[in-house]
Nanobody, 117 residues
Framework: QVQLVESGGGLVQPGGSLRLSCAAS????????MNWVRQAPGKGLEWVAA????????YYADSVKGRFTISRDDAKNTLYLEMNSLQPDDTAVYYC??????????WGQGTQVTVSS
């Protein structure tokens, strides 16, 4: 039923940009808070950003504030993450997740982002 599919990852040089997408299905997308979460090699999960399901309010981790922008297209059931000024520390698998922080009930398969010269 519920499915989240991330795409858009790849290899980029430091200072470059990428746009990630998460296609959602199986639930009323517009009513739920959506999140981006990442996991760097050998490290734990790090929450990155969230988009409120009933407003334009967004939230960001300090590590990405000013560089990343989360957005959504409810008509297309799609979540986006625009990433600018990428740094090697941004290298990670990026996941989209449905729900409130620390209580995510559905996850995508993840998409790899590698920042390297």
């Amino acid at each position: 039923q519920v499915q989240l599919v991330e795409s858009g990852g790849g290899l980029v040089q430091p200072g470059g940009s990428l746009r990630l997408s998460c296609a959602a299905s199986g639930f009323t997308f517009s009513t739920f808070r959506m999140n981006w979460v990442r996991q760097a090699p050998g490290k734990g999960l790090e929450w990155v950003a969230a988009s409120n399901g009933a407003s334009s309010i967004t939230y960001y981790a300090d590590s990405v504030k000013g560089r990343f922008t989360i957005s959504r297209d409810d008509a297309k059931n799609t979540l986006y993450l625009e990433m600018n000024s990428l740094q090697p520390d941004d290298t990670a698998v990026y996941y989209c997740a449905k729900g409130v922080y620390a209580s995510f009930d559905y996850w995508g398969q993840g998409t790899q982002v590698t920042v390297s010269s």
